[in-house]
């Protein structure tokens, strides 16, 4: 098992990395007494996937489970208030402690609850998907959704410790481990032109998910961030780059009512901001290509057909990093992003077009 720690302005916590959940009992009792109250927050997909897993929690914490519906749509405040009211009337104390086992939905209101429910108390991230191993789960950003806009209310709220098991990616379906690799393309492209060149020539052992590969991916992604969120732990400069090709994800994610999860929504995302990046910074026209090329070995989507123009384009202009300008993460070559490039609607419209190959060119 490695351990990562994290350090932010206000607090530290552990992320534990194994490729099983047997030291788990270890790492909780270097926090809490095993007398500490335990809720369990997971979702339909989860609990049919990991019982066994469950009944372990159950057993040896005596903790009470709730359960969510699966899918971005829970991400609101009703199942929130559904939070709320389970954690009332099983008598949760500022003493106990929330276990969001799951994937970036479970995690983020998880967080958001732990937050918020008498004024803050404790949570553990225990991550299952590929995109919250390697991203959501770290970092403390908790929320939901509001309307047409992705994560609009949250908070920064770290967990208590993060324990990632690897052994759970191998009941993922293959389409959620190719959401995962939008998200490790992204901290490849803002990071480091020798992951990306690792990302290419392990397609294969990647998408398979084998257990060399695959732990050199999920810690090589972990500390990519844990580096930039000590720097900033509030978002607030140098840890914007984490949002490179989120500002159109985001706006795919809302147009396809989430039928495009969030890391191919990224991953898309990131092909009109490398576009951007040529017109802007003279990003070099072959990463493109490059970048074009490896989506294709991995089986990426290159192409998108926008069904409600008007809601796509709001979602990019209410996205909450802009203010009254629409600001990109952009790069000036692959491991220098710059943060914070103030970006006009018309040139936007151009690097969808040219970047997603849109099926109908309505956005001219």
């Not at 927050?41 to 897993?53: A, G, M, N, P, Y």
Request: proline share 1%.
């Amino acid at each position: 098992m490695e351990i990562l720690s994290v350090n932010s302005d206000n607090s530290s916590y552990n992320i534990y990395i194994d490729s099983s959940l047997n030291l788990f009992t270890k790492a909780f009792e270097e926090v809490f007494s095993l007398k500490t109250k335990v809720f369990l927050i997971t979702d339909s997909k989860v609990l049919s996937l990991h019982k066994e897993t469950v009944k372990l929690f159950i057993n040896k914490y005596d903790c009470k489970v709730f359960t969510i519906q699966a899918g971005e749509q829970s991400k609101n405040i009703d199942t929130i208030n559904s939070i709320y009211e389970f954690l009332i009337n099983n008598d949760c104390d500022r003493n106990s402690v929330l276990i969001g086992f799951g994937g970036g939905v479970v995690g983020d209101l998880t967080g958001f609850a732990a937050a918020t429910f008498m004024r803050g108390i404790s949570f553990i991230n225990v991550p299952t998907t590929l995109t919250a191993q390697v991203d959501s789960s770290i970092g403390g950003k908790v929320g939901y959704n509001y309307k047409a806009v992705k994560n609009l209310i949250g908070s920064f709220y770290n967990p208590a410790f993060v324990f990632i098991s690897t052994h759970f990616l191998k009941t993922l379906d293959s389409d959620l481990v190719l959401d995962g690799v939008g998200e490790i393309v992204k901290y490849a492209l803002i990071n480091s032109a020798e992951l990306l060149e690792y990302i290419d020539k392990n397609c294969k052992s990647i998408l398979q998910l084998e257990h060399e590969e695959i732990l050199y991916i999920v810690k090589s992604c972990i500390k990519i961030k844990v580096n930039t969120i000590a720097q900033d732990f509030m978002d607030l400069g140098l840890r914007n780059i984490l949002n490179f090709g989120h500002t159109v994800g985001h706006a795919v994610e809302v147009d396809s009512n989430y039928e495009v999860p969030h890391g191919k929504a990224v991953a898309l995302g990131i092909l009109a901001a490398i576009k951007l990046s040529e017109r802007y910074l003279k990003l070099d026209t072959n990463i493109y290509e490059k970048v074009a090329a490896l989506y294709k070995k991995l089986g990426l989507a290159d192409s998108y057909k926008v069904d409600n123009y008007e809601s796509f384009l709001y979602a990019i202009k209410h996205d909450k990093k802009n203010s009254d300008a629409i600001n990109f993460v952009l790069l000036k070559e692959i491991g220098k992003p710059e943060i914070k490039v103030e970006v006009v609607l018309e040139d936007i419209i151009w690097a969808l077009n040219c970047s997603i190959d849109m099926e109908e060119k309505l956005w001219e």
